[in-house]
C-alpha cells in the first residue's frame, strides 16, 4: 500500500464498500511471481505478486460477498521503449493465467470477468443492469490504460 493508503485491500472492500480499485502493475521475471502490485512515484515500492494478491484479498471477499460487483483499472508501469509490445504481451499472458487459475467457488476468474460481447448482453443496447450483472455472474469488471491488455 502507498504511504496515503491505511487499509489493506481485503479492509477497503470489506469495512470501507471500495468496489473500485486502482491498481499500478509491473513485470519483473526476475521474482516467482512475474507480475507485481506496485505503487510508483518517483521510486517503485513493490507489494508483492499480483496473483498472491488477488489470492489473499479479493478471492475470500467475492466468496464472502456472493453480490458483490468488482472493477479493477489497471496502470501498466515501466513499459515503454523499444521492447513495449513484448512486455504488454508477457502482461497480458501473466493475467490470462492468473485469471483462469484462480476461483472463487470454484469458478475461475476468467469466468467471472464482464465480456460485452458475450451472448448475454447482444441485445441490450445500453449497459446492463447490476442485477443482470449480478444474475449473469459476470461481476468483475477489468480496466486498464493500455489497449493491448483491455
Known amino acids: ?9 481485503i ?6 464498500g471500495v468496489r473500485a480499485l486502482l491498481l499500478d502493475i509491473k513485470l519483473n521475471e526476475a521474482e516467482d511471481e512475474p507480475l507485481r502490485l506496485v505503487h510508483s512515484t518517483i521510486i517503485t515500492l513493490d507489494y508483492g505478486g499480483f496473483r498472491s494478491g488477488l489470492g489473499s484479498n479479493l478471492i475470500p471477499f ?12 489497471l496502470e501498466i508501469k515501466d513499459d515503454v521503449g523499444e521492447n513495449s509490445a513484448t512486455v504488454r ?3 497480458m499472458g501473466q493475467l490470462q493465467g492468473i485469471f483462469s ?23 441490450h443496447e445500453d449497459w446492463p443492469r447490476l442485477d ?10 477489468v480496466f486498464s490504460d493500455r489497449l493491448e491488455i483491455a
Open 1 to 9: 500500500l502507498g504511504a496515503n493508503q491505511d487499509d489493506n485491500i
Open 11 to 16: 479492509d477497503q472492500l470489506t469495512n470501507d
Open 62 to 73: 467475492l466468496e464472502q460477498n456472493e453480490d458483490a460487483v468488482i472493477s479493477f483499472f
Open 89 to 91: 504481451n508477457r502482461i
Open 101 to 123: 487459475s484462480l476461483t472463487v467457488n470454484g469458478v475461475p476468474l476468467k469466468d467471472m470477468t464482464f465480456k460485452y460481447d458475450h451472448d448475454l448482453w447482444k441485445d
Open 132 to 141: 443482470e450483472i449480478r444474475r449473469s455472474g459476470q461481476r468483475i469488471f
